[in-house]
């Protein structure tokens, strides 16, 4: 699969609620424990969660895609680097997303790029 440079349909990424705050800022989540640490000491709340969801759409719609693939789920794609974050930091971090079909793009996870 052709890298692309961003991801496709890039204005219209699909972050769900439950991703962002049953996932990735849930402390007591069995894999996303560490995340939620991590984001949190960025600034990033559960009970704001459309605040980290703006922020990896922005993530999404600006930085470069650095691996695509194809998996029986869909296009796979990890994007990386800076993420705007509310202490100002703005460090670079991951993201997966994978696209079904036509479908937009879809968050699948996000962690520190370490």
Known sequence: ???????PQANVLRI???KVQDYLLNLSHEEGGSK???FRNRGF????WQVMAEALRQHGATQPVTEASESRHGKKFTVECQIMT?????PCILTGWIQEG???PRLVTAHPNS
């Open 102 to 104: 036509t479908k937009p």
């Open 16 to 18: 769900d609620q439950a």
């Open 36 to 38: 939620a640490k991590y």
């Open 86 to 90: 509310p202490d100002g930091k703005n």
């Open 1 to 7: 699969m052709e890298l692309p440079e961003q991801l």
């Open 45 to 48: 709340q559960p009970e704001q």
